[in-house]
Each structure stands twice: as structure tokens, then as C-alpha cells.
């Protein structure tokens, strides 16, 4: 702040860094794993994160559908 009470940009900055740093929602990482994640029981045992049934079911489809287009692709042949 300088002698008049005015308070400069760069001061600015670094209160809001300091707010928003401990916001989870303006952290995108956190933001994505915590939609990700299992809505009845997001961390397991040890701590670690663990993924939607629904994330896991549509990874699965994703791969099923990616194996059958290159079976008929690629190893029709």
C-alpha cells in the first residue's frame, strides 16, 4: 500500500493467488477427479483415488469399439 492507502496491482494479485489457491473448485485437477470419482466412496482403503463405476463401464465400451473397428479394418484382410 503506498502513502495514500491505495493499493497496487501487483498487491491485488497476490491476494487473490492466496484466495484462490485454496478454492478446489477453481482447481481444475481437482475439480475433474472429484467428478470422476465414486459419489458413495471416492478414496479407498489406502487412500487412493478410485474411479466411477460409470467411468470404468464407459472405458470398457470405449475399448470394446475400438478393438471391433480395427478387427474389421485392419485384420479383415
Known amino acids: 500500500m503506498d502513502a495514500q492507502g ?3 496491482p501487483e ?3 497476490r491476494a487473490l493467488l492466496t ?5 478446489a473448485e477453481s482447481n481444475l485437477q481437482q475439480a ?15 487412500g487412493r483415488w478410485k474411479p466411477s463405476p460409470l467411468l470404468i463401464l ?3 465400451l470405449v475399448c470394446a469399439l475400438i478393438g471391433v473397428f480395427f478387427y474389421f479394418t ?4
Request: net charge neutral.
Open 19 to 23: 484466495i484462490y489457491r485454496g478454492d
Open 74 to 77: 485392419i485384420g479383415a484382410r
Open 58 to 60: 464407459v472405458a470398457v
Open 32 to 46: 475433474l477427479l472429484r467428478l470422476l470419482s465414486d459419489d458413495l466412496k471416492p478414496l479407498d482403503e489406502k
Open 11 to 13: 498487491e491485488i494479485r
Open 6 to 8: 491505495h493499493v497496487t
